[in-house]
């Protein structure tokens, strides 16, 4: 099973920054390989469905959901094999817990997340 730990995760006032990380446990040879896979950052926000808000294909394309186009950059250091997910000028509409997965997801995989709140 693969082990994804997300963290970087806060509280933040509107128009602040936060980065979040996803490490992916396991070595190179049993482990997962964030590099070998499209990779994607999903919130979920109370009383609603969780979404995907950007994703890295393999060959490094990035897109992002509407609403944080501009704001958030997702990026990996595949020597790290750690994904991130740069989100700038926070908005009290990004409050959500914050995973990291595949993309598409696979639900096996879904780790703690880490809570992103943004509030004054």
């Known amino acids: 099973q693969v082990q994804l730990v997300e963290s970087g995760g806060g509280l933040v006032q509107p128009g602040g920054s936060l980065r979040l990380s996803c490490a992916a446990s396991g070595s190179i040879f049993s482990g997962f390989i964030i590099s070998y896979n499209a990779m994607g950052w999903y919130r979920q926000a109370p009383g609603k469905e969780r979404e995907l808000v950007a994703r890295v294909t393999r060959g490094d394309s990035t897109d992002y959901a509407d609403s944080v186009k501009g704001r958030f950059t997702i990026s990996r250091d595949n020597a790290k094999n750690t994904v991130y997910l740069q989100m700038n000028n926070l908005k009290p509409e990004d409050t959500a817990v914050y995973y990291c997965?595949?993309?598409?997801?696979?639900?096996?995989?879904w780790g703690q997340g880490t809570q992103v709140t943004v509030s004054s």
């Open positions: 997965n595949k993309s598409p997801p696979n639900n096996n995989d």
